[in-house]
DNA sequence: CTTGAATCTCAAGTCGCTTGAGGTTCCAGA
DNA sequence: TCTGGAACCTCAAGCGACTTGAGATTCAAG
């Protein structure tokens, strides 16, 4: 079923889009099956391998994180289960993009208007006098934990 | 100048929206000077100390890299120095910001397209036929290199 | 004085590779 | 058949920006 190994890591790597030494890492952390070696100790791979580094390399484009990418080329390989489960991973990092997204572009409108302010309100100043640069300093005055400070509400998780 | 350093490395964390071994880490890469000590060994922090910590998480929030808020700081300090500076890296990181900005909405489109094709063409069929799953792991299928593969366009630097 | 929260240090783990050193194997041309 | 150099091998460390954990110490309230 399977052509026999004849592809060198070299080649593999041209043809997969992927480097050398990624080959390499993802055979490390069981993303590939163990290649095949020659004599010498060189490793051969056949174009089931070229199709599967192909699927991750793509799925790694998409954003996919290391695990996911797993899940999707184990689920890709196993005849008993069916499309929707990607479909669902797929929709799952979707959401996770989108996400990133928003947060990108509300911070491309504050980057933005740092840069204009910059421009308008102190151009040129003493930068130990600027006005933006003391505004990005003044502490939160939101609402202070009470004197004995809440030690567990101290963590602000970035997503 | 400044008030005496009165507040613990907690207090500091709750204050700024720095978690506490941030803190110690800024410090232990030269971005916070060295805290001044209590007999104990506990450090202590004042007042000019949260206003240039609270600086460093606004910059990093903006997604400056630590060298970037490096810089910054500095600049912030130095009385000698002009805001255009901190102008100039704003439109810099601005710049990178919607590079970045672009990618994501790229591969929000695919995604999407993916999660569509998953929807449409082969919903709930078994993974192994699925064809999105398969186009994605055909090999690329451009320009071959020739015969004997000339060897040095392995690589495809991921920007 | 006791207790328990907060702090300390140091080390290692995270993610997804990349880079480097130092050595071995392969194969085309002479 | 030999040889030179490209390609390959392994192992270890490095990157950014922290986070997490273990185990010890200190602080402040009761």
Redesign the interface.
């Known amino acids: 079923m399977q052509h026999h190994p004849t592809l060198t890591i ?2 593999l ?5 992927c ?2 030494p990624t080959i390499r890492y993802y055979e490390e952390i069981g993303l590939l099956a163990p290649a095949t070696r020659r004599a010498g100790g060189h490793r051969t791979f056949g174009e089931r391998d ?3 580094l ?2 991750i390399r ?2 790694r484009e ?2 996919f994180p290391i695990e996911r990418v797993r899940a ?1 080329v184990a ?13 669902e991973m ?2 799952t ?2 959401g996770e ?2 996400a ?2 928003a947060a ?2 509300t ?2 409108r ?3 208007r ?2 204009r302010s ?2 308008t309100e ?9 006005t ?2 003391e505004d ?5 005055k939101g609402p ?2 009470p004197r004995k ?1 809440a ?1 567990r ?4 998780a970035r997503p």
Do not use: I
């Open positions: 070299g080649t790597a041209a043809r997969s889009g480097n050398v070229l199709r599967r192909t699927l793509r799925c998409l954003g999707l689920l890709a390989d196993d005849p008993k289960r069916d499309c929707f489960e990607a479909r797929a929709e990092h979707l993009v989108r990133k997204l990108l572009r911070l491309e504050n980057l933005a740092f840069v910059c421009a102190c151009a040129g100043g003493r930068a130990a006098d600027c933006v640069l990005l300093a003044a502490p939160d202070l934990p400070p030690a509400l101290r963590r602000r």
